[in-house]
């Protein structure tokens, strides 16, 4: 399989698998690069610049001399001890040859990684900010469409309609994301115009990713209606498992919209975190796409990935026949 974006990155399949707060470790990250794809370490699930870096060098140790990145993601708007100066510097003189970003624009920070050699792939929720990402100077583009976990920003547009218009109106690479977890939806992808997939959920379950087996069994169980939405009245949407912190939440923001602090105690990561330690899946707001109906076991992520690129290969014979019918 050759795509753009293939040919950026240096991988076999045209599948990124995307930053995961405080999951997407050299260990995860490495099995990606192995598996034939590439994933991106997150840059904020450390606490500080020497273990972000003694974590590149392990992923560079596992990783085979296959590709790999770190995920930048940025808050909105620049706040006074935010580190995202820090981390880009530490990429470079790392030698890290790509960067997923998210969250504000990286225009600012593009000529410094350029000069470095360093392709950037930028993640938005909606073909508008994709526009003015790829005006900045982005290498390539990752949008997501209301079916993706974490946040699908505010219009909450389906992966099939985005993939569409951003085939029609992007000219750099593009991956689409948001629901995506099985190689039909790849294959289906390829044929909308766009030039991959950037999957999240659906690699939850991969013997890669620490996590608790506890909260792994119950993403096996979930149905693609046991995700819902918080937060929109912070004006940050998330898609999130459905337990009993996203039905606090939702009571909270009825009663008193907009109030981030009474959300906080329920909607910090360092709660998130307890669950994927624990595996209690009842506590915290657990980014989780509508995918999950494709998770049906645990296995090494390069199996996921293999079986997922064979799926795309019998899709893809089915669309040629039908096409020289």
């Known amino acids: ?47 500080d610049i020497d273990q972000l870096r003694e974590e590149i060098h392990k992923c560079r140790d596992l990783s085979d001399g296959k590709p790999f990145g770190v995920n930048v993601s940025m808050l909105p708007k620049l706040v006074e001890g935010e580190r995202t100066e820090q981390v880009f510097k530490l990429i470079v003189d790392e030698g890290i040859r790509f960067v997923e970003t998210s969250g504000r624009n990286p225009e600012p920070y593009l000529p410094a990684l350029h000069d470095a050699g360093i392709k950037v792939i930028h993640k938005v929720p909606a073909v508008r900010f994709a526009k003015k990402a790829e005006a900045a100077g982005v290498d390539a583009i990752s949008l997501v469409g209301a079916e993706c976990g974490g946040h699908p920003g505010l219009d909450m547009v389906g992966s ?51 996590a608790h087996n506890g909260y792994k069994e119950k993403l096996l169980e979930a149905q693609e209606t046991d995700t819902t939405l918080v937060l929109q009245s912070l004006r940050n949407t998330l898609r999130a498992l459905r337990n009993d912190t996203t039905h606090e939440v939702q009571r909270l923001e009825a009663e008193d919209p907009g109030n981030l602090e009474l959300l906080m105690p329920h909607i910090s990561g360092q709660v998130g975190r307890q669950a994927y330690e624990t595996g209690d899946w009842s506590r915290g707001a657990l980014s989780v796409g509508q995918a999950v109906a494709f998770a049906d076991r645990t296995e090494p992520l390069a199996d996921i990935v293999a079986r997922i690129a064979q799926e795309a290969d019998k899709a893809l014979e089915r669309t040629r026949s039908i096409a020289s019918a």
């Open 1 to 47: 399989m050759k795509t753009r974006i293939t040919e950026l990155f240096g991988i076999d399949h045209a599948i990124i698998a995307g930053g995961l707060q405080w999951l997407a470790n050299a260990q995860y990250v490495s099995a990606a690069a192995r598996a034939g794809i590439i994933g991106f370490i997150t840059a904020a699930s450390f606490d």
């Open 160 to 210: 099939m309609v985005l993939a569409t218009l951003a085939a029609r109106s992007l000219k750099v690479p593009f991956v689409i994301g948001g629901g995506i977890g099985s190689g039909e939806q790849l294959a289906g992808a390829l044929a909308l115009g766009a030039d991959g997939v950037i999957i999240g959920t659906r690699f939850l379950v991969a013997d890669e990713i620490w």
